[in-house]
């Protein structure tokens, strides 16, 4: 078989296989969903355990706040126990059969049935308020004087672990625009070994970042509640269908991300302004760098050209066919970069002009507007270039191997992107 007999596209065609079997992991997933992934707020045991650290208790009190843990953590159980069984009297069974195909429901009363579901599990969003509220003041009462003093930094961060953080699981979704970067994580991340403020003394940064921490803590105090039954109400307006509903929970979760983001951006900004003075452009740059793959994880995932340059690096003997794939890459990162930089640019144009949050996937009847019509297709083209750019890139690796070399690639990298998303 000649080389251009091969298919040009067999690796998209992997992918397709590939984010299909990851699918279906994900319904399965789904259908032995507990009420205790819906339980808000929830404290896990590690990041109570770094609380602790931070407040420097003895011994002795930090024995009787893990008891006091513990306590918090059977609280939780019973709750989520509690829940289970309301979830399962909504007839969450009947549901998971129906999603898994087994049963056959009506599709108005699979609606029904999931808005039921979902709306047991909010039920019980009053009592995990409470045993927050009861484990932090419980705590607090067993400090003495002189670690009264580290309590409420200890607790700021504690609150973005919990508030904040749990929202950056939605990284790999086209809508997300950073709703969970906390910059204090990105400054302890770039401050590790080859990060671009490993040499700056954290003490140059201390001002900015305890203003940041109070800024953001009352932001969590006073939006926490509101997101959290925004997405809860967005998840049953999507059940049922109710168009309207969807775009007024999407204003609110945009100004609510308005205010985060700027409080970010500003921070960031802050931030570059003294890397730039003490370690230079190129460290300030990476900086800003950090902040928009943080922002847009989605956007910076490792391509098919990326595992193909790095396979023939690796694999590859021949020094001239390597230095070809070097060169080939070198010029795709180059114009993958501008076009990100666009791609960034037109979702936040749309985000903070347009109050409109644009993705391949929205629903592009409801842009009245002319002009945000016309952003969004601009986002569709970009998306087109990245994806050509992809693809032809892909194309002008293979083409330097042999028929033998690039089956053995195709399968090399199919079988360790199945690794990854084996669950």
């Not at 140059?204 to 039954?229: F, K, M, P, S």
Request: contains cysteine.
């Amino acid at each position: 078989m000649s080389d251009r007999t091969v298919p040009a596209h067999r690796p998209l065609l992997i992918a397709i296989l590939l984010l299909t079997a990851s699918a279906l992991a994900g319904r399965a997933h789904a259908a032995a969903e507990s009420a205790l992934d819906h339980i808000d707020p929830r404290v896990d045991r590690a990041a109570f355990a770094m609380f602790l650290d931070r407040i420097n208790m003895d011994d002795d009190q930090q024995a009787v706040a893990r008891m006091l843990y513990d306590d918090y953590g059977a609280e939780i159980e019973a709750l989520a126990a509690e829940l289970d069984r309301q979830a399962e009297e909504a007839g969450r069974a009947r549901v998971e059969e129906a999603l898994a195909g087994n049963i056959y429901l009506e599709p108005q009363e699979l609606r029904r049935l999931r808005a039921d579901v979902l709306r047991t599990y909010q039920s019980g969003w009053d009592r995990a308020d409470e045993l927050f509220e009861d484990l932090i003041v419980q705590t607090h009462v067993l400090l003495m004087d002189q670690a009264a003093a580290e309590f409420e930094p200890a607790l700021r961060r504690l609150k973005r672990e919990v508030f904040l953080h749990p929202r950056a699981a939605d990284g790999q979704d086209e809508a997300y625009a950073g709703e969970g970067v906390d910059v204090i994580r990105l400054v302890k991340e770039a401050m590790m070994p080859g990060g671009e403020l490993e040499s700056l003394d954290r003490s140059a940064l201390d001002g900015i970042l305890t203003e940041y921490a109070r800024q953001v803590d009352a932001l969590l105090t006073t939006t926490a509640a509101a997101d959290r039954r925004g997405r809860m109400n967005y998840a049953l307006a999507r059940i049922e269908r109710d168009r309207s509903a969807m775009r007024d929970e999407e204003q609110a979760a945009l100004s609510r991300w308005q205010r985060l983001y700027q409080i970010n951006r500003q921070t960031v900004q802050q931030i570059a302004a003294a890397i730039g003075q003490s370690l230079g452009a190129a460290a300030q740059q990476r900086w800003l760098a950090r902040f928009d793959r943080a922002c847009f994880p989605w956007l910076f995932d490792r391509t098919m050209p990326d595992r193909q340059a790095d396979w023939i690096a690796r694999r590859v003997s021949d020094e001239e066919i390597v230095q070809k794939a070097q060169e080939i890459h070198a010029a795709y990162i180059t114009e993958r970069a501008t076009l990100r930089r666009e791609t960034i640019d037109l979702i936040l144009r749309a985000r903070l002009t347009f109050r409109i949050m644009v993705h391949s996937r929205m629903d592009s009847s409801a842009l009245n507007d002319a002009a945000a019509r016309e952003l969004y297709q601009d986002l569709l083209k970009n998306s087109g270039r990245r994806a050509k750019l992809d693809s032809d890139t892909s194309d002008g690796l293979e083409a330097l191997l042999t028929e033998r070399q690039r089956r053995q690639m195709r399968s090399d990298i199919a079988a360790a992107s199945y690794g990854r998303r084996r669950p």
